[in-house]
């Protein structure tokens, strides 16, 4: 079985075309619907078939795919063991939330394009479930999620996980509104319980944290508005719209006021997730590396 016919398999399950497969590779379509053709005559079994005007994977072939990753890295690795200063190639896709691509993503990219010119990133905007199912179905590399200390993701055995950074969490309110004099989380939304509360259009982590909370202070939260962006979330507030969870330390839009939320403390806890098997592959383990050390250096 020979690796590049492998890894124009590969490539074809990440691009979706041959057209996508052969720019990607320098090549061409012809070429690559060969390498395919005879990758599927080695294995005995159909690799592709027709889906309207193009061609997708069969069950066979999406199998193979992922085969394909690991040996390909496997053989990667073993290259780099044989040539240790030899740089890391390929094309790493990554997909995570706004924040931590914007802060840990967007400053490595800008360095990798001198340090590593062979590497690739591509980036894609999700929340952490749409990242995750994103890693799961293979259209992922790497997956940059977060959770809430008050409302943890669900582990799966299927993916390493590292740890970036953490950041407490406030609620946002309106400037102009009374603010409660005492301490304690359930106190500041036990003050707020009559107020429209502010969620998060994309991810439950956010309700499930507003709701847990309200919980113990003994009412049940009036949920109305939802907001992916925390400008817009933002925006809400400052309009009198109702009141919401924001990062603490944020620079708040004039007409809204953070109050600290303690006792307990509310914590976003951001991750780099990659599917086991894979988290070693050189391009993927370095870039991990230096999501890590850029996370590290901006706590």
């Known amino acids: 079985m020979e690796t590049r016919r492998l890894q124009m398999l590969a490539e074809l399950a990440r691009r979706g075309s041959m057209r996508a ?11 690559v619907s060969q390498q395919v053709a005879a990758l599927a005559q080695d294995m005995g079994t159909a690799l592709i078939e027709p889906h309207g005007r193009r061609v997708r994977l069969t ?30 190639t390929g094309t790493v ?10 802060a840990q993503l967007l400053p490595i990219i800008s360095g990798l394009s001198t340090s590593h010119p062979q590497l690739s990133i591509l980036v894609r905007e999700h929340e952490p479930a749409e990242a995750l199912q994103l890693l799961a179905n293979d259209e992922a590399d ?24 953490t950041a407490p969490w406030g609620l946002g309110i ?49 949920l109305t508005h939802q907001a992916d962006s925390l400008d817009l979330v933002q925006g809400m507030i400052a309009a009198g719209m109702g009141v919401g969870l924001l990062p603490m330390g944020t620079s708040t839009l004039p007409g809204v006021h953070l109050v600290p939320l303690t006792a307990p403390d509310v914590v ?16 993927l383990a370095l870039l991990t590396d230096l999501i890590f050390r850029q996370s590290a250096q901006s706590a």
């Open 59 to 88: 069950s066979a072939g999406r199998r193979l795919a992922e085969h394909a990753v690991t040996i390909l890295a496997a053989v990667e690795a073993a290259q780099r063991d044989l040539s240790p200063d030899a740089p890391p």
């Open 142 to 165: 790497l997956a940059l999620t977060y959770d809430y200390n008050l409302a943890p993701a669900e582990p799966d055995p299927a993916v390493a996980i590292t740890p970036l950074w």
């Open 21 to 31: 497969v052969a720019e990607a590779t320098g090549t061409t379509t012809s070429t």
């Open 174 to 222: 309106p400037d102009n509104v009374a603010r409660p004099s005492a301490p304690g989380t359930p106190e500041v939304f036990r003050w707020f319980r009559t107020a429209d509360w502010i969620g998060n259009s994309r991810n439950t982590g956010d309700e499930t944290v507003i709701r847990t909370l309200a919980s113990m202070a003994g009412f049940t939260p009036h």
């Open 268 to 283: 976003l806890r951001a991750f780099a997730v990659a599917r086991r098997g894979r988290d070693g592959w050189p391009p």
């Open 93 to 102: 896709r990554v997909a995570g939330f706004a924040t931590a691509i914007r």
